[in-house]
């Protein structure tokens, strides 16, 4: 294992990338404790410290909105841009137009995903600019120490601005680090909160206040939740593939058989972010309209996490962006069109349209299993939290992004390796699915 973390050192182009993603990670963490100026964040992170709703937001943000700092708002606008734009993008014909046009059509998509990304921004700043004026100790005194006429506004342009930075800090990861950006600066902000949460429920067991069998539970389950994660994620449905001989003068080409590999989770841990997105959307509504009772109750009675229809609303959400995704990210007519040009056939199955729908089949029927799973994992945890008053990090949708973020960025670092001829980190383990 001791040579398999050196070979990555040993490769320059992998070397370079590792560490400028270590270091725009560093940036946001350094900006995530720069306050915003006009509030007092002992009192905020006092009066938040029992609210449900926006302590699974803190999670995310990695403590910058209990704090009020710059990053407070996190990146969450940008993944609900990115969630509109996508969704637009199958009943826009304009927009369809743009996807099929390659890089270009990605660069304009990309483009408008920015503008949105500054409006809703602007709109969620706006919104929690007026809760924050709202927020008292329990002396009476006002989190906010600035006049609201300038506050409000400031406060606008201070978290839109660091929106706009960490999506930026994002874009660079993605393009010259390694890993995916956006989720990478999720997974550091929930990640960052670790420590904190260890902390935290060791003391309660040191001090009696929590039992120590109900710790040791709450720590099998964890464990079992990452390797349950592991698991499926790794999960692939292997559909042989035949390829026929070619004989050319007195050499003989192909023969081979060989495998598509389908895997359970074809779309990571996207759906659980958007669909964490999601269900920040009603509680971002609220910090608009204050005073209004209903939907005050709306968010805080009916919507609140771990209720009935929030648990219900959160699964449905999770199943249909693992579907909605997959059909993004993996096209069988296009997978069916290469391996007709290559010679290519499943046996038994005709080749081009026929192949397609034998593929978009197993496809359906494997990702339902996988996104009932991660929606199960998401949503379950959330009784350990009720009865046993668990740190939110220990809940499902934190494992499941730390897990899946992990490994999808070690998945791009072995690929970097085996390039390279070096051995990968994930030879060994691999669940080989189904044959057939």
């Given at each position: 294992?001791?040579?398999?973390?050196?070979?990555?050192?040993?490769?320059?182009?992998?070397?370079?990338?590792?560490?400028?993603?270590?270091?725009?990670?560093?940036?946001?963490?350094?900006?995530?404790?720069?306050?915003?100026?006009?509030?007092?964040?002992?009192?905020?992170?006092?009066?938040?410290?029992?609210?449900?709703?926006?302590?699974?937001?803190?999670?995310?943000?990695?403590?910058?909105?209990?704090?009020?700092?710059?990053?407070?708002?996190?990146?969450?606008?940008?993944?609900s841009a990115s969630?509109?734009?996508?969704?637009?993008?199958?009943?826009?014909?304009?927009?369809?137009?743009?996807?099929?046009?390659?890089?270009?059509?990605?660069?304009?998509?990309?483009?408008?995903?920015?503008?949105l990304t500054v409006?809703?921004?602007?709109?969620?700043?706006?919104?929690?600019?007026?809760?924050?004026?709202?927020?008292?100790?329990?002396?009476?005194?006002?989190?906010?120490?600035?006049?609201?006429?300038?506050?409000?506004?400031?406060?606008?342009?201070?978290?839109?601005?660091?929106?706009?930075?960490?999506?930026?800090?994002?874009?660079?990861?993605?393009?010259?680090?390694?890993?995916?950006?956006?989720?990478?600066?999720?997974?550091?902000?929930?990640?960052?909160?670790?420590?904190?949460?260890?902390?935290?429920?060791?003391?309660?067991?040191?001090?009696?206040?929590?039992?120590?069998?109900?710790?040791?539970?709450?720590?099998?389950?964890?464990?079992?939740?990452?390797?349950?994660?592991?698991?499926?994620?790794?999960?692939?449905?292997?559909?042989?593939?035949?390829?026929?001989?070619?004989?050319?003068?007195?050499?003989?080409?192909?023969?081979?058989?060989?495998?598509?590999?389908?895997?359970?989770?074809?779309?990571?841990?996207?759906?659980?972010?958007?669909?964490?997105?999601?269900?920040?959307?009603?509680?971002?509504?609220?910090?608009?309209?204050?005073?209004?009772?209903?939907?005050?109750?709306?968010?805080?009675?009916?919507?609140?996490?771990?209720?009935?229809?929030?648990?219900?609303?959160?699964?449905?959400?999770?199943?249909?962006?693992?579907?909605?995704?997959?059909?993004?990210?993996?096209?069988?007519?296009?997978?069916?069109?290469?391996?007709?040009?290559?010679?290519?056939?499943?046996?038994?199955?005709?080749?081009?349209?026929?192949t397609a729908d034998?593929?978009?089949?197993?496809?359906?029927?494997?990702?339902?299993?996988?996104?009932?799973?991660?929606?199960?994992?998401?949503?379950?945890?959330?009784?350990?939290?009720?009865?046993?008053?668990?740190?939110?990090?220990?809940?499902?949708?934190?494992?499941?992004?730390?897990?899946?973020?992990?490994?999808?960025?070690?998945?791009?670092?072995?690929?970097?390796?085996?390039?390279?001829?070096?051995?990968?980190?994930?030879?060994?383990?691999?669940?080989?699915?189904?044959?057939?």
């Amino acid at each position: 294992m001791i040579d398999k973390f050196r070979s990555v050192f040993k490769v320059e182009e992998l070397r370079r990338r590792i560490f400028y993603t270590l270091a725009l990670l560093v940036v946001y963490r350094i900006g995530g404790h720069i306050p915003t100026p006009g509030i007092d964040g002992s009192i905020l992170a006092s009066v938040l410290a029992n609210n449900t709703i926006f302590g699974l937001f803190d999670l995310f943000v990695g403590g910058a909105f209990a704090k009020a700092t710059i990053f407070a708002m996190g990146i969450m606008p940008y993944i609900s841009a990115s969630i509109m734009l996508q969704l637009l993008g199958a009943v826009v014909p304009y927009l369809q137009r743009l996807q099929r046009e390659g890089e270009e059509g990605r660069r304009k998509i990309t483009q408008y995903t920015r503008y949105l990304t500054v409006l809703i921004a602007a709109l969620q700043a706006w919104g929690t600019a007026g809760y924050l004026t709202t927020i008292k100790s329990a002396a009476g005194v006002s989190a906010v120490h600035m006049n609201t006429a300038a506050f409000i506004p400031l406060t606008i342009l201070t978290f839109t601005s660091g929106t706009i930075f960490i999506m930026w800090l994002g874009e660079q990861i993605t393009e010259r680090g390694i890993g995916n950006g956006i989720s990478l600066i999720i997974f550091i902000g929930i990640i960052a909160r670790f420590p904190e949460a260890v902390v935290q429920e060791v003391l309660l067991v040191w001090h009696g206040s929590r039992n120590l069998f109900v710790g040791a539970i709450m720590l099998a389950a964890m464990v079992a939740v990452i390797a349950a994660v592991i698991l499926v994620t790794r999960a692939q449905r292997r559909v042989p593939v035949q390829y026929p001989r070619k004989v050319v003068g007195r050499r003989v080409f192909g023969g081979a058989t060989t495998h598509l590999p389908l895997s359970v989770n074809s779309a990571g841990v996207i759906p659980i972010i958007f669909a964490q997105s999601i269900m920040f959307l009603p509680s971002t509504v609220a910090q608009l309209f204050p005073n209004t009772d209903w939907v005050q109750n709306l968010v805080a009675v009916w919507l609140a996490p771990g209720g009935l229809w929030y648990s219900l609303i959160y699964g449905v959400i999770i199943i249909f962006f693992a579907y909605f995704y997959t059909a993004i990210v993996f096209n069988p007519m296009e997978i069916a069109d290469n391996m007709r040009k290559n010679g290519g056939y499943i046996p038994g199955i005709r080749p081009g349209k026929n192949t397609a729908d034998y593929i978009e089949k197993i496809l359906t029927r494997i990702t339902l299993p996988g996104a009932i799973f991660f929606a199960a994992i998401a949503i379950l945890p959330w009784v350990l939290i009720g009865q046993f008053n668990v740190n939110f990090f220990f809940g499902g949708t934190g494992l499941l992004i730390v897990v899946g973020v992990a490994l999808d960025t070690l998945q791009q670092i072995e690929s970097h390796l085996i390039m390279r001829h070096y051995d990968g980190f994930m030879k060994k383990g691999r669940i080989r699915g189904r044959s057939m």
